[in-house]
């Protein structure tokens, strides 16, 4: 069983800071990958950063120096630490996490529930 449980959405003034946390309850998986997505009223869903568990990262464009995805392993936490938010930054976040199967020669994948961010104008 893959839970995952997200939390730090909420709303903020623009140029204000936002910390999200995702915590995945996974007993007996390796996860690899770790990551937020967001979708905006009237857009898709995007990505908005990732990290595996070596730490690489990987960021949108629309965020990169603005926003810090970091992981514990140990903890099976992600956090996105969101700095000089802008009104357009507004959207429901997403974390994602993935994990292999060997079985199938393929990857799982779970989904928490969302957080709202809003950056008021």
């Known amino acids: 069983q893959v839970q995952l449980v997200e939390s730090g959405g909420g709303l903020v003034q623009p140029g204000g800071s936002l910390r999200l946390s995702c915590a995945a309850s996974?007993?007996?998986?390796?996860?690899?990958?770790m990551g937020w997505y967001r979708q905006a009223p009237g857009k898709q869903r995007e990505l908005v950063a990732a990290?595996?568990?070596?730490?690489?990262?990987d960021y949108a464009d629309s965020v990169k120096g603005r926003f810090t995805i970091s992981r514990d392993n140990a903890k099976n936490t992600v956090y996105l630490l969101m700095s000089s938010l802008k009104p357009d930054d507004t959207a429901v976040y997403y974390c994602?996490?993935?994990?292999?199967?060997?079985?199938?020669?393929?990857?799982?994948?779970?989904w928490g529930q969302g957080t709202q961010v809003t950056v008021s104008s």
């Open positions: 990290i595996t568990s070596r730490g690489t990262t």
């Open positions: 994602n996490v993935v994990w292999p199967l060997p079985e199938s020669g393929t990857t799982g994948e779970a």
């Open positions: 996974a007993s007996g998986f390796y996860i690899y990958l």
